[in-house]
C-alpha cells in the first residue's frame, strides 16, 4: 500500500508542467502504455472503455441520422492514392508503405490508410449508377496511420483509432447540408456530453483538407490556453467525383457527377476531455463517457452489514449507471485518491453508522462537494449529482474560455494579451490574404484555427494590413 | 424494376456450383464488394450490420466473464515477432512488411499483425509483476494481415476482422481452465445463436497455432460437405512467458513465469452462416444476428389506410425487433425475392382485406411457410416465429450433419463413403502417429480436422497402420 500511495504523489501540477502532467494522467489513471512500436500505444482498458462509449454515443447519433458502417481495407495502392492530385500532394509524405507481402516484392506497394477518401470513392464509383442509388451515407470505425515525427499519448500518434464519414448526394447542397449537420452532430457532443464548449467555423484556404472545397472545424480551449482541433467535416464538391469517375442518370437522364463529403472525429478527444476537465488529483470524466459513473467505497467494511449493504447499492444502482464496488482490502482513504485519478465522476461512501441512518454520503469529483443523501430514492440522488458533475465541468470549461478569449484590433494588441495572459483564444480581422495570415502567426505565435460561424464585427480593418476586413478569424497555439 | 427482377434469376444454384453460388450470395445480398487492393474487399453495410450483431452478442459474453477490450498497435516490429521461436516460424512467410515510413527508410521493418501475441506478451511483462496483478483478462477487436495467395470474400482474405483474447493466469489450470470456457463461449454462440452445430475437440500436433501447447476448435459441417475451422482457442503453458520474460512474485514470494492463452473468432463466422444455412433463394439469416429480423410489406399500399398500418406495426414491433418497413414503389413479389435473397427471417405482409380483419401474414423465411395471425399480440406472434426460425436452421443443419458424418474403420471404407456421398466428416481411428495422419490425407483426400473432446470407440486399431488407436480423428476436406 504504500507503493500504490505513491500514484497520486507521483503526479506533476499542472502548473508546474502542463505536459509532464498530462502525460503523468495517462499513465497513473490507466489510460495508456508505451510500446516498442515508436510513436504508438496500447490503449489499456480504463481508456479504451472511455472510447467505446464515445463510439456507442457517436454511433447512435450516425445511425439516428441514416448512416450505416461499412468496412473498407486497411490498404490503398499507390495508383489509387494518386488519383486525386491535391489529395495525394497533402498524405503521400506521412504514410507508411508496405513493400513486401511474405517473401515477395509487391508489383505495386500499398500505403496504410491515412484515410480513406480513395477507397470509399472506388467504391462509390462501383455501386452508384443511379440517383435512386443516393444519398449513400457510410462511417466507418477503424484505426489509421500517419508517419508523424514527435508523437503524444492521444494526441498525435502513428496510428490512431477514428471514424470517418464518407458520403455521397445528388447536389451540391444536399451535401452541404451533410457536412453542416455532421458538424453540429461533433459540437453536440462535445458540449452536451462531454461538457467541452466548442467553436464551430471554417478553416481558412491554407488549412483546409487535402482534395477538399471548404473544411469544417470545432475548436475547443484546453486548460492551458492552446487550441485543439476536435473535429473536422470536409465538403469535397463534385472534385472527388470527377477523378473518380463517379457519375449517375438523374431523375431527368442527365449524367451527373456526384457531390461527396466526409467527417472524423478520434481518440484525441480523449486527450481533449483530460486537458479540459482534468486537474492536479488526476483526470475527471464527463459522466456521459466515464467507464464507472458511481465508485461504492464501503467504510470500515469488515463490520457487519456493511459489504451485504455496499452489495445490494451496487445491484440496485447498476440498473441505472455504471457502477463499481471496491471491497479490496485497500484503505478507504487509498481508494478515494486512486477513484480521483481515475476521475470517477460519484463517489458513494457508506459505513455502519450510514447504514443505521438509512443514508449515504456522496461526493461529486469535481468539487469534492460532499452531500449526505438518504437510501429512499438513492438513483434519482445519483441521476442529480450525475447532471451536477456535467454542469460544474460545463462552467468552468466556459469561464477558463472566457478568460482566455482575447479579442484584439492590432497586431501589438494580440502580442500584449497573450504576453499578459498566456496561451488563449486571440479574436482578430482579417482581411482574407494568406500573407497576412503567415505575418500574424510569424509575428505573434498564433496561428489561425478557423473563421468562427457566429462572427462579430470587432474592427473594419485587418488586423494585420489595415485593409478591409473579410472575417473574424480565431487564432492560437495549437495541439 | 426489370433490373431488379434479374437479381434472383442470376443466383447460381448450389447443387450447379457450391463456390459460384457462394459469392454470387455475397454480391447480391450485398455482402461484399470486390476492391482493387487484391485479396482485400470492402464490406457493405448489409454484411458489416451482421458482424456488427455477432460484435455484440460476443462482446456481452466476453464482459460477463470478466473480459476487457484494449487496442494494441497494428504494428509489430521484425524483432518483437522473432522473440518466440516457433511463433516467428509460423507467421513470418505470411505477413506485409511495412520499410517506408514518408520517405524514409525504416530502421527496422515493422509487420502488419497478422495475430498480436507478441505485443500482448510485451504489455504483460510491462504490467505485470505481481500475483495481485493476475489474472488479465484482455480481448480486442481489430482486424488482422495474412498475406494469403488464393482468396475468398469472409473465408480466406489478405485483411480480416476479428476479436483476438489474450489473458495471462497464475497456473497452468487456471489458464487451461480458461481456453476451455472461451471454446465453450463460441460453441454455445455457435450452436445456440447461429443455429449451427459444432464439433468441439483439440488439433493434432501437427495442426496447431505457431507457439501453442494445444490449440482446441470448434467445427461446423457446411452445406457441401466440407469442414469450415469456426474457432479456436489456445493454451501457451509458459512457452511465450519465458521468451518474454512474464514474471510475477507469487503469494509465496517466489518469482514465477504466467500461463497464457489466446482465442479468436473471425468475419469467416459470416461465411459459415451463408454456407450452412442458405439455400437458391438466396441468404437464410439467423434471427439472432440478422440486420433486419422483420421486413414489412404492404400490399396494395396506395390503399386508403395501408400505409398508416404499417407505420403502426412498424413502430410497435420495433420496440422488441430490428424492423424495416419497405414502401417503395417496388411490387410485393419483387420485394419478396428481395428480402428473400437477404435472408430476412420474417415478413409480415399486410394489405386492406388484413387490415379489416385485424391480421397479418407471416412467412418465415427458411421454410417459406405462411401463418395468418392476429394483430392482437403480434409481439408474441413474431417472436414465435422467430424462434421457430432459429430451431428449423437447427433442426436442418444437424440433418445435414448427421447425413453427412461417416464412421470408418479402414482407409477403404473412407474412399468408398466419400466416393458415394460426397464430402463429409470422417470420424475414424487413430494411433497417434503424424506419419498417419499425413498417410489418410494422401490417399483419402481428407485431413485430420481435430481430436473431437466427444470421443467414441469406433474400432481398436487405427484406420491407417492398425496398430493400437489412441483417439477418434474427424477427419475432412475443410475451407
Known sequence: MADQK????????MDVDFAKWYTDICKKAELVEYTSVKGCMVIRPYGYAIWE?????????????????????MFIPESLLQKEKDHVEGFAPEVAWVTHGGNDLLEERLCVRPTSETLFCEHFANIVHSHRDLPK????WVSVV???????????????????????HATAEEAIAETEQMLNIYADFYEKDLAIPVVRGQKTESDKFAGAESTYCIEALMHDGKALQAATSHYFGDGFAKAFGIQFQSKENKLEYVHETSWGLTTRTIG???????????????????????VIIPVAQHKEGVLEKANELKAQLSKSFRVKLDDSENSPGWKYSEYEMKGVPVRLEIGPRDIEANQCVLVTRHN????????DNLPDAISQKLQEVRDGLWE?????????????????????????????????????????????????????????????????????????????VMWGNAY
Open 53 to 73: 462509449n464515445i463510439q456507442r454515443i457517436l454511433d447512435g447519433y450516425f445511425k439516428e441520422t441514416g448512416h450505416e458502417n461499412v468496412c473498407m481495407p
Open 272 to 294: 481533449a476531455i483530460i486537458m479540459t476537465h482534468g486537474d492536479d488529483n488526476g483526470l475527471v470524466l464527463p459522466p456521459a463517457v466515464a467507464p464507472i459513473q458511481v
Open 396 to 472: 468552468k470549461a466556459i469561464a477558463n474560455r472566457d478568460k482566455k478569449t482575447y479579442k484584439c484590433t492590432s497586431i501589438d494588441e494580440i502580442k500584449a494579451a497573450l504576453a499578459e495572459n498566456g496561451d488563449g483564444l486571440v479574436m482578430a480581422m482579417w482581411c482574407g490574404d494568406e500573407a497576412c495570415e503567415d505575418k500574424v502567426k510569424e509575428e505573434t505565435g498564433v496561428g489561425s484555427r478557423c473563421i468562427p460561424f457566429n462572427q462579430e464585427n470587432l474592427d473594419d480593418k485587418c488586423v494585420c494590413c489595415g485593409k478591409p476586413a473579410k472575417h473574424m
Open 137 to 140: 451515407l457510410y462511417n466507418q
Open 6 to 13: 505513491k500514484m497520486v504523489e507521483d503526479i506533476t501540477s
Open 146 to 168: 500517419r508517419w508523424e515525427k514527435t508523437t503524444r499519448p492521444f494526441l498525435r500518434s502513428r496510428e490512431f483509432l477514428w471514424q470517418e464519414g464518407h458520403t455521397v
Open 368 to 375: 469534492r462537494e460532499k452531500t449526505v443523501v438518504s437510501l
